[in-house]
């Protein structure tokens, strides 16, 4: 059984922008409205950014379907262990799911919310597994999959015994989302909410990957050192651009003890929730979307042990940002254990040692960015994947492994323009194979 999920960078010092016009803005943005009306004998069935109508033949076409990103907290919304979203205190059952209420709850709106973004942690498993979010009342079959859709899908993967975050940006359905324990065996499950996209908020500017901390070289820090026990790493991730939120790809390596991770807005007290969980010695990354507050966002290092901290920045939302969220799915575009890709050229296939292999994650729609899952397994070496927009890889990554593992991450892969196409990269000595599931996209 196995399922998906991601890990990206970001650097301390301020990042410009890249090629995009400021946009002026009032408040929040809207989510990029558009300006033609379909009622014309012989008008396209398309307005001028491609967008189909989503109305009669006689109404304007006001918006692309996109959505704005408002980040919250982060608060916890589910806890099975503390009865915090659900009626009692108890572990998920063998093949059952949990339904989750995430509209009208901690700032939420009540309605017009369009998909959350949280973190997911799976901790006291009994059994191996993997963990599927996804809407509520979700079905398997999706007739815009680009491979046949059966039990296919998932969030994050585990071990007996072993607690395992990742997060998830999911679309919202009747204003729930739900959590599907794939095992033979109980697990607890909780949910950190970091924000939701609706049609008021801010629109995303793609940036990198760009590394921005690194504690062992230093970037992003005065100097190289490892982060203290329970100690506070403070990272500048933004300048006058006004970024509410970043996207970040976070790792940590040489622990000397096990612990977590929370990620949290600068000047606040450290949240109760957690972004990684790792065990003594072992390096593990995830993604991590975080409210920025006075230009910067803090780590900290909740274990009785050191930690090294590396960050890759993916993007951030703000009034320079262009790009609208897409959700769709969760579908799978990719499976190297079956056969994928292009109709007419799935062939089942591995990634090979220091080499890479291409996904059309949303195939012939040439989006600014894509929200994948992304997960490894059978790799016969340790090492790290990397995701990039064709090109070549930089020093960045969004996932790390060991010899036989299966291992999941969510990753924001900012596109090139004029490009469909998604590279993995393995960056280890041995083949393995590669998932992919797709939670939507950015659009311009």
Known sequence: MFRLRTALAVGATLLGTVGLPAVATSGAQAAATTSYVNNAPGTPTVDLKGDVAQDGPAVPNTGTGGSAYTPVGPVRLLDTREAIGVPSARAVAPGETVNLPVTGVAGVPTDGVTAVTMTVTATEPTRDGDLAVRPFGYAWSSPSSLIDERETTSTLNWVAGRTVPNQVTVPVKDGKVSFYNHSGGTVHVIADLAGYYSAE????????????????????????????????????????????????????????????????????????????????????????????????????????????????????????????????????????????????????????????????????????????????????????????????????????????????????????????????????????????????????
Do not use: C
């Open 201 to 444: 908020g801010d629109l995303f500017q793609p940036l990198g990957p760009a590394r921005v901390l690194d504690t062992r070289e230093p970037i992003g820090v005065p100097s190289a050192g490892a982060v203290p026990a329970f100690g506070t790493l403070e990272l500048p991730v933004a300048d006058a651009a006004g970024a509410t939120a970043v996207t970040m790809n976070v790792t940590v390596t040489e622990p000397e003890r096990e612990g977590h991770l929370t990620v949290y807005p600068h000047g606040e007290a450290a949240p109760n929730t957690s972004n990684l969980n790792w065990t003594a010695g072992r390096t593990v990354a995830g993604l991590v979307t975080v409210p920025v507050k006075d230009g910067k966002v803090s780590f900290y290092n909740h274990s009785g042990g050191t930690v090294h901290l590396v960050a890759d920045l993916a993007g951030r939302y703000g009034a320079e940002g262009r790009a609208a969220f897409h959700p769709s799915g969760p579908s799978r575009v990719m499976d190297t254990r079956e056969y994928w890709g292009r109709p007419h050229y799935r062939t089942p296939a591995v990634v090979p040692a220091w080499g890479y292999v291409a996904v059309y994650p949303a195939w012939g729609s040439y989006p600014a960015v894509a929200t994948l899952n992304v997960t490894v397994t059978d790799p016969g070496a340790g090492g790290h994947l990397k995701a990039y927009s064709e090109g070549s890889p930089n020093d960045t990554s969004v996932l790390n492994f060991a010899p036989g593992d299966t291992v999941a991450n969510q990753v924001v892969v900012p596109m090139k323009r004029g490009s469909d196409l998604v590279m993995f990269y393995n960056a280890s000595g041995a083949p393995l194979h590669l998932v992919v599931d797709r939670y939507g996209v950015g659009k311009y």
